[in-house]
């Protein structure tokens, strides 16, 4: 199917079968089990409004990863979240590091963190990922990166967990600073199709330039050329999904494209990503649902064109939201503001009732 030639009301009309209905045999977990990794002292809101969304979405369940000392304060801001406290960073006092190892690890580049064998490595082995993999295991899918810093034992600890998440052939979306990561390691997700990569422009060029793709954003390329920038990305890193975000959000892998120029809000503010990242988690869960006849559904769409519908749907509902909270709020709108109009815009864009159920 071309997804590309088809209007913004005909991919919204497509991407309503992907919703998943309310049905009474439904258990709590089966809407969705979302995980969100990210989160450090310093940035305690991007995996809070992450996991935010993605419960407002729909989700049943929500969590978040982080590091230890940002739990006590995302815990604060609602109590639908289930908060685990596993990630550490170099400055963890429960790290107890000897004399000097400290000051040893901090003069080494990220680059030297991430391919050396050290004190990091057991750190990660014996400490963190044995309370981080029986979660992973329970999930249905996974963002990485919302707040998560670039602390050296952060980083390594993630390249960790995207291994492991692989191992789990779980589907993954990279957001934030994961993206940074990506751009120093490309290899940890090429080839890897239950991947979903989003990044804004900035993070867009290191990739790019890491994998030798021209892109200067001070230049001002034709949509073509940025189409074919986001499918030569995509291609180099084995077919992964790409969701490129801008004034019109380019969506697509190395065959398939949909653009995205629904109005949104005329304010940006942090956390609108993140908002953006909770929604794809959401929505391409319910997408793979739907691959799975889930509720007992036809199936009309392949595994591609679902998953780039959930996106667009993602992207879609989040400028509507913003849109309606710009209205209301306007320069003084804020992350948390969209957040209120979500419910909203899903009502409005996917006509959907708690009484919808299938035939069964």
Known sequence: MSLRSKSHKELIGLSRQLIQP???????????RICIIGGNEDYTGAPFFSSHSAALVGADLSHVVCEKQAAPIIKTYSPDLMIHPYLLDLESPTLRLKDGELEDLKKLSIEEVLNQTNVLTNIIDDVILPKIQPLLTRMDIIVVGPGFGR?????KSLVRIIEEIKVLNKPIVLDADSLYLLSIEPKLITNYSKAIITPNIAEFQRIAKKLDIEVDISK???????????QKLSSKLGDVLV?????????ANSKN?????????NKRVGGQGDTLTGAIATLVNWSNHYLDSFWDNKVDLDA?????LACYSAGSLVRSAGQKAFKKYGRSMQTSNIHEFLHEAFLELFD??????SNM
């Open 304 to 308: 591609t064109d679902a998953h780039i």
């Open 151 to 155: 602390d050296p034992l952060m980083l």
């Open 22 to 32: 309310l049905l009474p045999n439904f258990h709590k977990g089966q809407a969705g």
């Open 243 to 251: 969701y490129r975000k801008g004034e019109v959000d380019i969506i």
């Open 257 to 265: 494209v949909v653009l995205n120029n629904s109005t949104g809000s």
């Open 352 to 357: 959907d009732s708690l009484f919808r159920f």
């Open 220 to 230: 001002d390329y034709s949509e073509e050329a940025l189409i074919e920038q986001t």
